[in-house]
Structure formats: structure tokens, C-alpha cells
């Protein structure tokens, strides 16, 4: 059985830009996926947060957790008990006091971004996030947008709001997080995720990957969505130095590379 899933995960079947996927590092469960810096994280459907090491995952925790995310502002992560916000400091996750958030993101310009559970977004400053320690409250900016979930990168930030809308700002301060007006890209998205180079992932609510193409410096907002053909609906995708981490709704985690 085992065989026979491997193999139909080799997926993407495009004549051109293929990704080739095969089983990733075996992680029971997998839910949720988060790559930066060349670090990959992971959570699985108890709420335990993985690092991987090699080909081997290690549990960092016994706290259970929504959503964790790596990048160049650290650690964070939300429990699963309150939306608690959290960041891991000296080898132990720290809870931290102020706003609760359902989702964090932790990829972009040292800074990090964060929704509520009533969806509204807001963005930790970046000397905030990196002085932190354990002590104090942490004082988050409200983004002015309705967002159930946010990733930042290179070129800007990308959300999805309550109705699957995608909205793009091409400017967010890591140091005073001002932003510029958030616009609507075509498309629809259940999450989207933005690697710290730049590249753009969606998944709609069916499970279809998709990659935005024409991304750079001059169209930060690229231009159009190429589809990534997948055996299996996906629930969740990172994107870090070339390798795409997928989790299937089945929890599978596939690596795909070009």
C-alpha cells in the first residue's frame, strides 16, 4: 500500500515547468507545512509542531498548535487553546502576551503578519519581533484588511480573505508596518503562501495548486496563475530554495523540485 501511494504521487505531468513530487520525509498525518531559510516545519493533525532534520522529522513541543511558520523573523507559532501567540526562543516555545491570532507568517522582511479569528490582519514590527525575549506584551498594527490568512515575502504580501478573494500590498515597512493599498488579483484562494524570494502558491477550497508566473522586481504582483497538476486535492503548500512542500488532504507530504 505504501508502494503503491508513492507512486501516485509522482504528479505534476505538464510538458514543460514539471515539477517532479515524491514522498517526503515520512510525518503521520501531516497538516500543515512551512519552509524558510532553508528550514522545514511541520504540524500534524494533533497540533505537534516538527522540525526536520535530515530525513527525520523531531517533535519541538508537547504544546499543540494551529499553524507554525520559520522564516527570517524566527519561530512563531498559534495554540490550538486560545490562539495564543508564541515564539521559540533558546530551544522552548514562549508564549507571549497581546493580540491572539489563528495564523501567523513569519517569511518576510523580519517582520511578522498575523490574522485573528475575526479575520482582521495585523504585522508585528521587525524589531519587535526580533527582540522579544519572553517578557512584555507584544504590540501588533492593525493592516486595515479582512483576512483569514497572510504570508509575506520579497516582492510584498499576498492574503485571501473570508470569500476566497486574493489581495495583494507590494509594500509593507518591517519597521513601521505601513503599508500600501492592498489590491485584488484575479483568482480564488483558500491560503496562499509566499516563499521569502518571492514566489506565490495558492490553493483553492477544491484542493488545486496553482503558481503565480511573472513575479519580479518591475511586476511584483506578476501577471498570471499557472495550474500544478496534483494526484490528490491539496490542504496546504510552502515554498523554500527551489523545493515545494506539499500536505495533501490526506495528509501526505510530498517534496516536489523542478
Known sequence: MRAAAGFLV???LAVSHAWRCSDGPRLSSARQVDAGQGKVIATNSDGYV??????????MSTIRFNHASIGPAGLWATSTSGNRVYKYIAGNFVVSSG?????????????????TSSSRAYCLRSDYASSYKGSGSLS??????????????????WGTDTSNRIYFTQTLSPTTCGNSRWSQISGSAAMVEVGTDGS??????????????GISSRYRSGTSWRA???RMPVRHVAYDLGNLWVVTTSGL??????
Open 99 to 115: 493580540l491572539s491570532m489563528r495564523q501567523v507568517d513569519a517569511g518576510g522582511d523580519s517582520q511578522v503578519v498575523g490574522v
Open 140 to 157: 501588533w498594527s492593525n493592516l486595515s484588511r479582512v483576512l483569514k490568512y497572510i504570508s509575506c515575502g520579497k516582492y510584498g504580501c
Open 50 to 59: 516538527y522540525f526536520l532534520i535530515g530525513s527525520s522529522w523531531c517533535r
Open 253 to 258: 507530504l510530498m517534496k516536489c523540485t523542478h
Open 10 to 12: 509522482l504528479c505534476y
Open 200 to 213: 506565490v502558491f495558492v490553493v483553492n477550497r477544491s484542493g488545486q495548486l496553482y503558481q503565480r508566473l
Open 228 to 230: 500544478v497538476s496534483m
